[in-house]
């Protein structure tokens, strides 16, 4: 069993910043392949970004790709989400998400646990 719980969200201006951190509980943290995703208001679960196990490989969507930089620490059972020029169209509940795996995947539906969600919005 692994709990996420998340925070860093918040209310931020275009162009700004926020960091997402994601703590776990548990000893095997660095058994899991993790991700981030977001839901908007009348919108499905979007995935923003992954990391593999030991954090050497990391997958982006298209819309925050060279914006965003997803990070982990294994001795700190964290895994983190760098949001930069942040756009008003990256309001959303932020997710984290694990999945005992090798491999990054995309889809919401292979995740086995998930966070409660942090909100960001952003203004413009």
């Known amino acids: 069993q692994v709990q996420l719980v998340e925070s860093g969200g918040g209310l931020v201006q275009a162009g700004g910043s926020l960091r997402l951190s994601c703590a776990a509980s548990?000893?095997?943290?660095?058994?899991?392949?993790m991700g981030w995703f977001r839901q908007a208001p009348g919108k499905e679960h979007e995935f923003v970004a992954g990391?593999?196990?030991?954090?050497?490989?990391?997958r982006y969507a298209d819309a925050v790709k060279g914006r965003f930089t997803i990070s982990r620490d294994n001795a700190k059972n964290t895994v983190y989400l760098q949001m930069n020029s942040l756009k008003p169209e990256d309001t959303a509940v932020y997710y984290c998400?694990?999945?005992?795996?090798?491999?990054?995947?995309?889809?919401?539906?292979?995740?086995?646990?998930w966070g409660q969600g942090t909100q960001v919005t952003v203004s413009s």
């Open positions: 998400a694990a999945k005992n795996s090798i491999v990054i995947v995309r889809n919401r539906n292979e995740y086995d646990y």
């Open positions: 548990g000893r095997t943290f660095s058994s899991y392949a």
């Open positions: 990391i593999s196990r030991s954090g050497m490989n990391t």
